[in-house]
């Protein structure tokens, strides 16, 4: 189980981007990266090919390291590090400012 997953909000903690907010949009786990909606936008020049008839200028949001996000808890409405506890024989994600569920 992943400390952070697709559909969380996040705020980015360092780099470029930091103190920006956003919701995961993708998660890599081979590189330990996620993409985040509006940070860190990369932008590339396309030409015309035969998928994409105009030619201009695309950005898109680029991945940055997990370890420089923290999920954003629903309960608390903080930045925060997340724990697992056990709830009903099933495993959760737990805020360790408030001790409120995650998931």
Known sequence: ???VKQGDRVRVI??????KTGEVLRVEP????????????????QGRTQQHR????????GPIHISNVL??????????RV???????EK???????EGTID
């Not at 990266?33 to 990369?42: A, G, P, S, T, W």
């Open 1 to 3: 189980m992943r400390k």
């Open 14 to 19: 360092a780099g470029n981007g930091k103190g």
């Open 30 to 45: 081979e590189g330990n990266k996620v993409v985040v909606e509006n940070v860190n936008i990369q932008v590339k020049h």
């Open 54 to 61: 105009e030619p201009g200028i695309l950005e898109r949001e």
């Open 71 to 80: 999920p954003i808890c629903p309960s608390c409405d903080q930045p925060t």
């Open 83 to 89: 724990g697992f506890d056990t709830v009903a024989g």
């Open 92 to 98: 959760v994600r737990v805020c360790k400012k408030c």
